[in-house]
Each structure stands twice: as structure tokens, then as C-alpha cells.
Antibody
């Protein structure tokens, strides 16, 4: 059974850097074809894809946020870390990590429960 | 970016109704289209991948069709637990994009 869980601060100040960790079980990011993605959802709004990392350390970023995002993996800890710099109140959202379908299929299943991050001074 | 447009944005229906939600891509995406269901306060759940493949464990009343730019999600007979928001997502491009969502409400 695959499970994922997001962790990180619930409140960050404007201009600060957000660091979120996705801890997963039931699969390994050293296995060919495996990926983990990050998706966010502002309150009451639609889903927005942020970044993906694959077993071979290939990384993909949303073009609109690329300059602010970094995704890394720690295979030994079964973790994926997303950092987002220069946080702004518009970045207030629930942040999800998700298992990527496999082999660059780029569908997401399952998802973590999500973590709400509020950006406010 | 490939833009995904869903219609309608909201929909009222009754238990037992047949419901269809449409998703249109701004360019051809072949069959690289996925559908998710999201209930309030919960993470999205994958229903359909590759336009028409039913994810394991998803009831057979859900079906997907389409290719190119036009896609549909159909629920053959609405059940009380189906009232939720539905999102399409393209996985043709390196840069994944989602539709704006369709909220399915009880009439």
C-alpha cells in the first residue's frame, strides 16, 4: 500500500522560504519509472501543479514558478523535499504530494492528505 | 502551457441521473487525459487515466472518453457519494495542467 504525508510549517511570513517534506512508503524512488509530484490548491480554488521528480533525478517545474522552486529527493529516507522562495500571501494554499503513475505517465495516485500553508505577517 | 477548460463549472443533478462533464484542451493531447474526484477537505482521488482507463477500485458507473482536444467524464447513475468536485488533468506535456474544476451538487 502506497502512502504519502506532507510536513512543514503551517505559517510563513512574506519573503520567507517554505520547505515542505513528503515522506512516503510503499514504493522506492530508486525504482525505475517512479516519480513524486507536488500540487497545491488555494482555498476554494483549483489544483495547480508545481513540480515533479523522477527516479533518475529528472526534475520538472511549473514554468510560472520555476525560478522559485527546488525539488530534491532523499532515497534513503523515502522523502522528497520542495522549497519555494520569496513566499507571498497569494501562495497560501494546501500543498499536496502525490505518487506519479509511473514511467512519465504523469498521473497522480495516491495523494497525501495535504498540508495547509498560510502566508501572513 | 496547455490550457484545460471544463464545462460546466457547476452542475446540479439528482441521485440516479446520468451526468456528463466535458474537458477541452487548447491543443491536441492525444489520450493523455486524467480525471480526479475531490470531496471537501479531502485530497483528490484518481478516477480515470489515459482518457478511458478506470483506476482500480473505482466503480464502473464512472467512464471516460475522448481523444485529441475533447474529452468527457460520464457518471451513468449518480450516487449520493458522487457529489464532489471533478478535475481533468493533461499529462501530454512535460508541464502538467489541470482544469478549473466542475462542482457537482445535489438538486
Amino acid at each position: 500500500q502506497i502512502t504519502l504525508k506532507e510536513s512543514g510549517p503551517t505559517l510563513v511570513k512574506p519573503t520567507q522560504t517554505l520547505t515542505l517534506t513528503c515522506t512516503f512508503s510503499g514504493f522506492s524512488l530508486s525504482t525505475s519509472g517512479v516519480g513524486v509530484g507536488w500540487i497545491r490548491q488555494p482555498p476554494g480554488k483549483a489544483l495547480e501543479w508545481l513540480a515533479l521528480i523522477y527516479w533518475n533525478d529528472d526534475k520538472r517545474y511549473s514554468p510560472s514558478l520555476k525560478s522559485r522552486l527546488t525539488i530534491t529527493k532523499d532515497t534513503s529516507k523515502n522523502q522528497v523535499v520542495l522549497t519555494m522562495t520569496n513566499m507571498d500571501p497569494v501562495d497560501t494554499a494546501t500543498y499536496y504530494c502525490a505518487h506519479e503513475g509511473g514511467g512519465y505517465d504523469n498521473w497522480f495516485d495516491p495523494w497525501g492528505q495535504g498540508t495547509l500553508v498560510t502566508v501572513s505577517s | 502551457d496547455i490550457q484545460m477548460t471544463q464545462s460546466p463549472s457547476s452542475l446540479s443533478a439528482s441521485v440516479g441521473d446520468r451526468v456528463t462533464i466535458t474537458c477541452r484542451a487548447s491543443q491536441s493531447i492525444s489520450s493523455y487525459l486524467n480525471w480526479y474526484q475531490q470531496k471537501p477537505g479531502k485530497a483528490p482521488k484518481l478516477l480515470i487515466y489515459a482518457a478511458s482507463s478506470l483506476q482500480s477500485g473505482v466503480p464502473s458507473r464512472f467512464s471516460g472518453s475522448g481523444s485529441g482536444t475533447d474529452f468527457t467524464l460520464t457518471i451513468s447513475s449518480l450516487q449520493p457519494e458522487d457529489f464532489a468536485t471533478y478535475y481533468c488533468q493533461q499529462s501530454y506535456s512535460t508541464f502538467v495542467t489541470f482544469g478549473q474544476g466542475t462542482k457537482l451538487e445535489i438538486k
